[in-house]
């Protein structure tokens, strides 16, 4: 091993994981409402996959990303 090795690090700071896990937990359940607001007052004829799939999979992401930050600054290093 090189002498010169660095130490890994996170390419976020620390005191920013309770906030990134609040804003990105509630960014994805505000479209998780939207998703299942969408899916109960739109008829079969009017829905469009698309926007299912998009909906679905940005909300994913969010709540996701969200519970990531929301282990980390709970102590759970993943």
């Known amino acids: 091993m090189a002498p010169t090795?660095?130490?890994?690090?996170?390419?976020?700071?620390?005191a920013w994981y309770p906030t990134l896990a609040v804003v990105m937990l509630a960014i994805g359940l505000v479209l998780t409402a939207s998703f299942f607001i969408?899916?109960?007052?739109?008829?079969?004829?009017?829905?469009?996959?698309?926007?299912?799939l998009t909906t679905g999979g940005v909300a994913s992401v969010f709540l996701g990303f969200g519970s990531?930050?929301?282990l980390l600054s709970a102590g759970v290093y993943v």
């Open 5 to 14: 090795a660095k130490a890994i690090t996170s390419p976020v700071p620390d």
């Open 38 to 52: 969408y899916e109960a007052t739109s008829s079969k004829r009017n829905r469009s996959l698309a926007k299912e």
């Open 68 to 70: 990531l930050f929301l």
